[in-house]
């Protein structure tokens, strides 16, 4: 017994003074580890352009940790939205984006809360960057009144200020981005839209007729072609003449980015932003993604690839891991502080997961509000004469 | 101001109106106008009443409009605000839902609204159905507007009525003015309201000439969306139409009239949402219902009528089954003898309504 109590006290001991020694080190650690470094980005290639960007990106502590919490949150979200997919509490259409995160995150850090963005379908993580929580965003898919669309919109209809969604119809947001664009340069406050599309939207007519206005009028819009390598089932080769996306702008200048690297995709996207606040009219850029799902949640997304070259890109080009590596190997941080931030993720992602699967979906009394902004109050007809439902603003 | 326009206006228009082969009796207190001078006079008072209100589309600016319609908006406004756009619908429509969305308030012009089915998504999908989806984030503030319908020799592509498949999709307000004033009170309240609004006109409507009231002349005139007019009242029965054909009802009535036939005529002004009361009310009085339109027969503006007064409490008011007077279910031709057999006559009104009252 005695024994017992020695080795207990020992371990309760030992693990006080580890954890003393830890809470020693942390605050040791801020002194000690790297306030910023500088590091070697890929160059991008150039289309009417003289120069790029920079090749050398600054990044400090808190932006590292910042990056790496959202790029964390991201990639956790999305799992988690896989999760409950396959137990059928999340249904329709779910595209997911992990493996893409560096993008979001890239171009969230180059523009300013005050500029506007939108996007396709593929949107959980703009909705995340662009100021929604992972509670309301998890509660939108699965269909409750949490939801940050109150249940009505789903995966693909998700808006923020500042973002316009999540848009379904491939292509057609591209006109939506320039129009934002244009009311930012009418009321003139220096804002700018994000405007961003995928590989195979890239082919759109609407596109086209885009870049021509957008160019004519000089919209302070950023066009961004996230090329994953697929649209949908078809890859790049098979769906374009030309997979030089950067240059399919003609006219427009355009860069070439690694989108998995998140200092390029910031350092690129700054570069185009003091374009656009220049008065120089758009600019087109291509960043090169993947993403690790299907196109959407019924796609398993090896049928039309290896697993072998997902594999790959998992080793070879995680955006997660080479953000990590890149701090931890110039000691701006140290795997218990990312762990805690780990920790404090997956806390998060349970707590919202948890919300979107208790709360309640949306009440039947509020299915045909929201009709008409600012109007007054109306009958909807139901699915028969006998039904007469209300709808208001 | 206004009465200082009339009165140097009402001498020339008292020749004027002899002169025009359809005239509307004047008085001292109103003023003629053309439905292209009430349409351009609207949106010349919106655009000064909101800096945040502007036109786009083709031919719009420098050429004054391809109808005449914005004429002197981009001499008065300039290049900001009266946007001339390349032959891109889907494009500049989609950038005007955009820029709705961003908080200005576009008037989209299709020169036609045949064009508009190439922009016909943006229409629906990203105005129509945005504040729904977004359950009240995204408001959409957007006019599209321009001629619909049959106009005169243009055979079938440029010829097509869309009043029903726009009125067919929640999320949207349609809206089909006959006169001038419905032109104007119609279009400034499309402007104003907070949502997306397409605005059907007609192309022969444009220079037809109309009395315009004190009260219309004003710049704070506007009418109410979703309110339909009696624009004649009578006792036998209920002929309902939509834009151009409210004239023909008109002209058909007074020739009915003469044989002692009553005809109470009632415009729509706006296809969605439809004023069913004022068509019930008039029913229940008439107990005889004919629906004319310029368009197509099936799935028609007509035919949403005749469901309606079916399923609500007029049908028991009924003495014969509604009609519908339609286009007829073919594209349109182009020579001029079938061009104007393949649209409702007055002859075709008049025959419609004897056979529903069964004389």
Known sequence: M????????????????????????????YADFTPQASFDIKGCDLHRLEEGPAQQ??????????????????????????????????????????GQEACAVGIEAGINP?????????????????????????????????????????????????????????????????????????????????????????NQGQIFETYNMASLWKLPCIFICENNKYGMGTSVERAAASTDYYKRGDFIPGLRVDGMDVLCVREATKFAADHCRAGKGPILMELQTYRYHGHSMSDPGVSYRTREEIQEVRSKSDPISMLKERMLSNNMTNVEELKEIDVEVRKEIEDAAQFATTDPEPPLEELCNHLFSNDQPLEVRGTHPWTKLKSVS | MALLRCALRSGKDAVGAILRREFHKTSAASLQMTVRDALNQAMDEELERDELVFLLGEEVAQYDGAYKVSRGLWKKYGDKRIVDTPITEMGFAGIAVGAAMAGLRPICEFMTFNFSMQAIDQVINSAAKTYYMSAGLQPVPVVFRGP????????????????????????????????????????????????????????????????????????????????????RPGDHITVVSHSRYVGHCLEAA?????????????????????????IETSVMKTNHLVTVEGGWPQFGVGAEICAMIMEGPAFNYLDAPAVRVTGVDIPMPYAKILEDNSVPQIKDIIFSVKKTLNV
């Open chain 1, 2 to 29: 005695r024994k017992m109590l020695t080795i207990i006290s020992n371990v309760l001991r030992a693990s006080t003074k580890k954890n003393g020694a830890r809470v020693v080190v942390s605050s040791r650690s």
């Open chain 1, 57 to 98: 990106a600054v990044l400090t502590r808190e932006e590292g940790l910042q990056y790496y919490r959202t790029l964390q949150m991201m990639r956790r979200m999305e799992l988690k939205a896989d999760q409950l997919y396959k137990q059928k509490i999340i249904r329709g259409f779910c595209h997911l984006y992990d």
């Open chain 1, 114 to 202: 005050t500029d506007h963005l939108i996007t396709a379908y593929r949107a959980h993580g703009y909705t995340l960057t662009r100021g929604g929580t992972v509670r309301e965003i998890m509660a939108e898919l699965t269909g409750r009144r949490g939801g940050i669309a109150k249940g009505k919109g789903g995966s693909m209809h998700m808006y923020t200020k500042n973002f316009y969604g999540g848009n379904g119809i491939v292509g057609a947001q591209v006109p939506l981005g320039a129009g934002v664009a244009l009311a930012c340069k009418y009321q003139g406050r220096n804002e700018l839209c994000v405007t961003l599309y995928g590989d195979g939207a890239a």
């Open chain 2, 148 to 231: 619909n319908g049959a106009s005169a020799g243009v055979a079938a592509q440029h010829s097509q009525c869309f009043a029903a498949w726009y009125g067919h999709c929640p999320g949207l307000k349609v809206i089909s003015p006959w006169n001038s004033e419905d032109a104007k009170g119609l279009l400034k309240s499309a402007i104003r309201d907070d949502n997306p609004v397409v605005f059907l006109e007609n192309e022969l409507m444009y220079g037809v000439p109309f009395e315009m009231s004190e009260e219309a002349q004003s710049k704070d005139f506007t009418i109410p969306i979703g309110k339909a007019k009696v624009e």
């Open chain 2, 254 to 278: 007074a020739i009915l009239a003469k044989e002692g036939i009553e005809c109470e005529v009632i415009n729509l002004r706006t296809i969605r949402p439809m004023d069913v009361e004022t």
